[in-house]
């Protein structure tokens, strides 16, 4: 092992040493100057495009392209453009006696050659999987250690000579505890070998990771994403890759590390927001909202729709000038089983009953004239009176709002869907008749004068993916993934129906009332039923201490998880009893301050407001959750609101408000117990959940 200007093995060693370092940053040097060149090449060719492009066509998509690559070559100066090398000997033919640096991008000089290899590139994977059993060809394995953008020291491992430092490794050590404020950074330095299998899945494999707390299964989604994107470039730029997240908090906290990674085009969205076909102006009282969330209810809004298709009572005429045409009940009967048995959207289903009738009456206009009709002779036949009158009373034209409206508004059409589904009990729930009508979506006489809920949002889109197919992406990471109720889970497997997922979640940390139980059942909703269950337990960023605290509450959450399990030995944990909460909280947060790092204060969501107003007093400045940005190192969060985020020093206040705050309220607090990478400090004037006694 040799760490620069850190240890030495003979006098000379020192001055070599020096030399080294001065020579990696030479070309660190070199190769942000390359990139410079690199996107000042794209900027031009951005600038020109319309000049050498053929037609508007051609310079609208060159200029779209080139755009794309401006902002995937921007460099931050302060992020390292390599972190890592990789020197080959003679066992690896392919690669015997080269030189890689590994960085976040590849970098080439004028000729073409590589100066940083791509993290994802084939040959970078032996910076992540090679060992001193497995040297893969590797004889050195190089570790660059980086303070603010300037390479500061280098660690080799001698992996031919069996030297392997493991997470030993002092520069592996310091990125990973490194104090942290903003957003969410990559973690391309410090990918573990069993992260690394992970990220480089193929892209048809879906994948469910059930991540302890600090495990890095966030970041394994995100590096997959980048990853998958890298290797099937243009498949996934045409179809497209979506995160799911659990709220706007947490997409704004990871929102910057594809972007770091060069990757630009990648849609990001709460479950809420991708189901957002309506408005939502009302809150639902939880048992209804559960209940609508419930599977059943796919079925109940497949048969509401089903029961809308007819059977022909007449034959169609149609007059055509001097001409009628003709089409019996036989046949028209045929054209309607037939598309029923095709099982197609409900509204791709119209539109194919009424080619099939138009073809008909094609078939017979040739017969009789004894030539083909045009274009304009069909579309005038598609809309005429007696194909839409036949339309409309054997397949008539649904909406998804008015569907569920509807359903919500008409008990015998409900007790038709629901039949032997749901309890005459549950349908007056649903419609809020046993209640009053104090159920939280408040129907109006129309869809559009409709207050609806959020969970109204999940059974509307159900019913528009009934009526039409919607677009699909080629693949899509969905985080905190154990909250998803069935309903939600269906709305997310029809964007992927054709497309791979990378599901990640830890079911001790469920809290939604539907939270779930056994990844199977989530997988079968997402309609990825052989989907690979691989668990994470072992973590790198929260503190033993802290695990071992947190894990006090494991046998009474009623989940089937291994124990978290931390290699950090650092960090703290301070769990006292104060008589006053304002105060110790302030006296805390200043405590914190004077360590580098960000500081969270989690609370009950009804505190929040008292806390924030005490350390605005105190001279404290704050921040929400939503300011990611923000420069302010205290932020205030509700603890509803913390799930995925993470903060260097963490301090809880009063866990047993916490808890009592909803039913789940023990998962809750093993959710913001984990949020502390350094530091851990429990305030409580009650007494603590018996759990953690």
Same mark, same amino acid.
């Given at each position: 092992m ?25 070309h ?84 073409g ?72 950074r990559?973690?391309?330095a ?71 990674l ?28 559960a209940l609508?969330?419930d ?52 509204g ?7 080619a ?50 509807t ?87 029809r ?35 052989d ?12 503190? =033993? *201490?802290? $695990? +071992?605290?947190?894990? /006090?509450? #494991?046998?009474? %959450?009623? &989940?089937?998880?291994?124990? @978290?399990? !931390? ?5 703290g ?82 866990? =047993? *408000?916490? $808890? +009592?705050?909803?039913? /789940?309220? #023990?998962?809750? %607090?093993? &959710?913001?117990?984990?949020? @502390?990478? !350094? ?15």
């Amino acid at each position: 092992m040799t760490l620069a200007a850190q240890t030495s093995h003979d006098p000379a060693e020192p001055d070599a040493l020096d030399e080294e370092l001065a020579a990696e940053r030479t070309h660190l040097e070199s190769s942000r100057a390359a990139l410079r060149v690199m996107r000042e090449r794209a900027q031009a060719l951005f600038a020109t495009g319309d000049k050498v492009a053929g037609d508007a066509y051609t310079a609208e998509q060159l200029g779209r392209h080139m755009a794309r690559r401006v902002k995937e070559l921007a460099d931050d100066p302060t992020t390292p453009l390599f972190f890592g090398r990789l020197d080959f000997g003679d066992a690896d033919p392919d690669h015997a006696g080269r030189r890689y640096h590994v960085g976040r991008r590849h970098v080439t000089d004028e000729a073409g050659e590589p100066m940083v290899l791509d993290w994802r590139a084939p040959v970078s994977r032996s910076f992540y999987r090679a060992s001193a059993r497995d040297p893969q060809g590797v004889a050195v394995r190089r570790r660059f250690g980086f303070s603010a953008g300037v390479l500061t020291s280098f660690e080799d491992e001698r992996l031919d000579r069996g030297e392997e430092l493991g997470t030993a490794s002092r520069i592996l050590t310091a990125e990973i505890e490194r104090p942290r404020v903003g957003p969410m950074r990559d973690i391309v330095a410090t990918i573990q070998p069993e992260q690394d299998e992970l990220v480089r899945a193929d892209l048809a494999d879906s994948i469910c990771v059930q991540g302890a707390p600090g495990t890095g299964k966030t970041a394994v989604g995100l590096h997959r994403a980048a990853y998958l994107l890298y290797v099937h470039r243009e498949r996934l730029r045409r179809a497209g890759v979506l995160i799911v997240g659990p709220n706007r908090a947490f997409l704004s906290y990871i929102a910057a590390v594809l972007p770091a990674l060069g990757e630009v085009e990648v849609d990001q969205s709460t479950v809420e927001d991708l189901v957002a076909g309506v408005p939502v102006r009302a809150v639902e009282d939880p048992g209804t909202a559960a209940l609508k969330h419930d599977v059943r209810m796919a079925e109940v809004l497949r048969r509401a729709v089903e029961v809308h298709i007819g059977e022909p009572t007449e034959p169609i005429m149609v007059s055509d000038g001097s001409f009628r045409w003709r089409i019996g009940l036989d046949p028209l009967h045929r054209v309607v089983e037939e598309t029923r048995r095709e099982g197609l959207p409900y509204g791709t289903g119209r539109e194919r009953v009424r080619a099939r009738v138009v073809s008909l009456l094609q078939r017979q206009a040739e017969a009789r004239r004894a030539e083909s009709p045009g274009d304009a002779w069909l579309r005038r036949m598609a809309k005429s009176r007696p194909v839409t009158a036949f339309l409309d009373a054997v397949w008539p034209a649904l909406t998804p709002e008015g569907l569920v409206h509807t359903l919500l508004s008409d008990p015998a059409v409900l007790a038709t869907a629901a039949d032997g589904l749901l309890s005459p009990e549950e349908q007056a729930l649903l419609q809020g008749r046993s209640t009053g009508g104090a159920t939280g979506t408040k129907l109006g006489r129309t869809p559009k004068a409709t207050r609806w809920t959020a969970a109204d949002a999940v059974l509307i889109d159900e019913a528009s993916g009934l009526l039409e197919r919607p677009a699909g992406y080629g693949h899509v990471v969905v985080d905190e993934a154990q909250d998803l109720s069935p309903m939600q889970c269906r709305a997310i497997a029809r964007r992927s129906e054709h497309g791979s997922i990378t599901l990640l979640g830890d079911l001790a940390q469920g809290t939604a009332p539907w939270a779930a139980t056994d990844w199977r059942e989530t997988l079968a909703h997402l309609g990825k039923p052989d989907a690979a269950v691989v668990p994470l337990t072992v973590g790198f960023r929260v503190p =033993a *201490a802290v $695990v +071992a605290f947190a894990n /006090r509450l #494991l046998p009474a %959450l009623a &989940v089937d998880v291994p124990p @978290a399990e !931390s290699l950090r030995r650092d960090g703290g944990l301070d769990v006292r009893t104060v008589t006053d909460l304002t105060t110790a909280t302030v006296a805390e947060v200043r405590a914190a301050l004077a360590h580098d790092g960000s500081v969270g204060v989690i609370a009950a969501d009804d505190a929040v407001d008292g806390l924030r107003a005490a350390l605005a007093a105190a001279g404290v400045p704050t921040a929400t959750a939503d300011d990611v940005g923000a420069a302010e190192r205290v932020t205030v969060v509700p603890a509803t609101l913390v799930k995925g985020l993470e903060y260097d020093h963490v301090v809880v206040v009063e866990p =047993a *408000a916490i $808890v +009592a705050a909803e039913p /789940r309220g #023990l998962h809750r %607090l093993y &959710v913001v117990l984990t949020r @502390a990478v !350094s530091r851990l400090a429990v305030l409580h004037t009650a007494p603590l959940p018996a759990p953690l006694g």
